[in-house]
């Protein structure tokens, strides 16, 4: 999708772009590993902006995530894999 944006004149500036990370961990911690890993890549490559809505907000802090930056799903029966 970004290469469709990167040849559109318009779209040079990717800064302006605002990205979600949905991440829902499944019992480990490769998962926050992973979004906090494909956050990181697209702010240094792209300039862009970008926060994660997660069901582990603390374990994406730990890592050294922004507080601003993640907001937290809550589950009625668990807190992984939902």
Request: overall charge positive.
């Amino acid at each position: 999708l970004l290469e469709i944006y990167q040849n559109i004149t318009h779209f040079k500036d990717l800064s302006k772009l605002s990205v979600v990370i949905i991440n829902a961990p499944c019992m480990g911690f490769g998962d926050i590993v992973f979004g906090m890993k494909f956050a990181n890549i697209l702010r240094n490559w792209y300039n862009c902006d970008v926060k994660i809505i997660t069901t582990q907000k603390n374990n994406f802090i730990t890592l050294g995530e922004d507080p601003n930056n993640v907001y937290e799903l809550h589950s009625k029966s668990k807190r992984y894999c939902r």
